[in-house]
């Protein structure tokens, strides 16, 4: 393949792909109503930072959950911090096992032991275990691993949809990505990266500002300004009014600590996305989630707008 090619085939195994195991457990589009997605976030209950295995997805007490695939259910009852949970077992595609949990339930329909089929009612939405509100919590596994059911399960959503800025650049999802150590030997840079880093895989959230709301990208860089303790406070500000406070820089004096600035990722003028490079073509930002992602690749290129450096 050629570098387009590979690009395209990358971002395909980055995406639902055919990879969409799991059948809609409502029956209707419920992408809207997810409250909490898969990756790290803060835990509503304790308030600790934490891995969540699923997605949460708001529905009214009682509606009915159905089974996302044909299987055999291997758990029916109390969970602990599920609380009333069904979990069934199957086959994703020859010699590979798929396990969908469904948590949180007021109410079991099946048996441990019961062969189900997808579509089968299976239990009603509810908020028993550790829950805040009516909601269920739905897990995806594919050969025992966990994996994002908003790629592996049907939403019921049909409109066009681009990829979120992390996947469309083509760069990965980079959690553990090592800067360059002569770039940290600038205080306020190395200051800055100790921020971001913090809040590696929290999810984008439209309008988030801070971490007990999760960001977009523009609060995110905020944040990170606003609190890495170098003396910046310029309040919560867009990608334009953070393009404001900085001074222009050309890509070939770009250096760490710098902001990057791109256009066009979405119908507004101006600055529409906001990273903080980290040099050797690297930056960090809110994509979805928070990641290091690769400025090299045809999508950010495409889109790339200027470089800023603050004051």
């Known amino acids: ?71 055999t259910v291997t758990l029916a009852g109390n969970a602990g911090g599920y609380g009333l949970c069904v979990a069934i077992e199957g086959e994703a595609y ?15 329909l099946v048996s441990a032991g019961q062969e189900v089929k997808a579509g089968d009612v299976i239990a009603k939405v509810g908020s028993t275990g550790n829950s805040t509100g009516p909601h269920l919590h739905l897990e995806v596994l594919v050969d025992g691993q966990y994996r994002n059911p908003l790629y592996f399960a049907d939403t019921g ?14 760069g990965g999802n980079y959690f553990d990505y090592d800067v360059p150590p002569e770039a940290l030997a600038d205080e306020k840079f190395a200051a800055m990266l100790a921020e971001a880093e913090k809040y590696l895989g929290y999810p984008y959230v439209w309008g988030g500002a801070s971490p007990s709301t999760s ?13 890495c303790g170098v003396g910046w406070n310029f309040g919560r500000l867009t990608a334009n009014g953070l393009l404001d406070v900085c001074t222009p820089v050309s890509s070939a004096d770009a250096r760490p600590g710098d902001l990057i600035f791109f256009q ?6 101006g600055a529409s996305h906001v990273g903080i490079y980290v040099g ?9 989630p928070i990641s290091y992602a690769n400025i090299n690749t045809s999508y950010w290129q495409q889109h790339f707008y200027t470089f800023g450096r603050l004051p």
Not at 12 to 18: M, S, Y
Not at 264 to 269: A, E, M, Q
Request: net charge negative; with cysteine; glycine share 14%.
């Open 94 to 108: 020859e010699g590979h096992s798929l396990t969908t949990k469904y948590g949180h339930c007021s109410q079991i």
């Open 1 to 71: 393949m050629d570098a387009d090619q590979k690009e395209i085939c990358e971002i395909l195994l980055q995406t639902k792909g055919n990879r969409q195991y799991v059948k809609n457990v409502f029956g209707t589009n419920w992408l809207p109503y997810v409250t909490s997605y898969y990756g790290y976030r803060v835990h509503p209950i304790s308030g600790e930072k934490n891995y969540h295995t699923g997605v949460d997805i708001g529905m009214p007490q009682g509606t009915e959950i159905l089974a996302g695939h044909d299987g």
């Open 215 to 227: 960001f977009d990208c523009s609060g995110y860089v905020s944040w990170v300004v606003n609190h």
């Open 280 to 288: 050797n073509g690297m930056m960090i930002h809110c994509g979805d």
């Open 157 to 170: 959503d049909t409109s066009e949809r681009h990829l979120p800025a992390t996947g469309a650049g083509g």
């Open 264 to 269: 066009g990722t979405y119908n507004t003028s």
